[in-house]
Nanobody, 122 residues
Framework: QLQLVESGGGSVQPGGSLRLSCAAP????????IGWFRQAPGKEREGVSC????????SYADSVKGRFTISRDTAKNTVYLQMTSLNAEDTAVYYC???????????????WGQGTQVAVSS
């Protein structure tokens, strides 16, 4: 069964860091673009970052550029989202998703994980 499993969420103080992981127990992630999305209470889901399946090109939302880094570990079949300089506006449920193209649009992704909560507060 195809599935994505996120981990690494938690509570952190402003200015702190977290690393999210997206694993795929049943298939190889390398063939897909993997995106990270987030949804805060009362807000629409937004694209945060994406890494392509072809050449590992990356894309970032303006709100996270310079603070978040997406990467792929082929040997571990895992995609990571390293998040630094976190602030309250980063509080959300974070989802990873698999799709065919490099994109920050949720409609371009067909397989989604269950999400992991990130809470930033003092």
């Amino acid at each position: 069964q195809l599935q994505l499993v996120e981990s690494g969420g938690g509570s952190v103080q402003p200015g702190g860091s977290l690393r999210l992981s997206c694993a795929a127990p049943g298939f190889t992630l390398d063939a897909y673009a993997i995106g990270w999305f987030r949804q805060a209470p009362g807000k629409e889901r937004e694209g945060v970052s994406c890494i392509s399946g072809l050449d590992s090109s990356t894309s970032y939302a303006d709100s996270v550029k310079g603070r978040f880094t997406i990467s792929r570990d082929t040997a571990k079949n895992t995609v990571y989202l390293q998040m630094t300089s976190l602030n309250a506006e980063d509080t959300a449920v974070y989802y990873c998703a698999a799709g065919p193209i490099l994109s920050l649009m949720s409609g371009d992704f067909g397989l989604w994980g269950q999400g992991t909560q990130v809470a930033v507060s003092s």
